[in-house]
């Protein structure tokens, strides 16, 4: 994402957006985790140490920013009402850092966290 200002330019990478993403994703509640969006990319997380490597994907167009999440949610929790809380938190986390609108918050539930000994 790109803004010029008569100052000069101003950049702020996707990496950067999704570092603020994912953090605002953990302090969700009811969300445990993120996770890859496929088994491909579960196999490059672990070769890769970014913790916002995997579960938060940003694409800018146009200063158009859409951010594409990637979570597991704890068992017994409304489905629906943690993605929702996670879509507000998120576009509320970025629009306030960055100072843009969000244009969307896509969440896609990946699995859930079952309690310990449950199977």
Do not use: F
Request: a neutral charge.
């Amino acid at each position: 994402m790109t803004d010029q200002t008569r100052q000069g330019r101003i950049e702020i990478s996707p990496h950067a957006i999704a570092t603020i993403a994912g953090d605002a994703v953990l302090r969700c509640y009811g969300v445990v985790g993120v996770a890859s969006k496929n088994l491909i990319g579960g196999l490059a997380d672990l070769l890769q140490p970014d913790r916002w490597g995997r579960g938060v994907d940003v694409h800018v167009h146009d200063g158009s920013v859409v951010v594409d999440l990637y979570v597991i949610i704890q068992y017994g929790t409304r489905i629906s009402e943690v993605a929702h809380g996670v879509q507000n938190s998120v576009k509320y986390a970025l629009e306030q850092t960055l100072g843009v609108p969000i244009a969307a918050v896509n969440v896609h539930v990946q699995g859930l966290r079952m309690p310990n000994g449950a199977q």
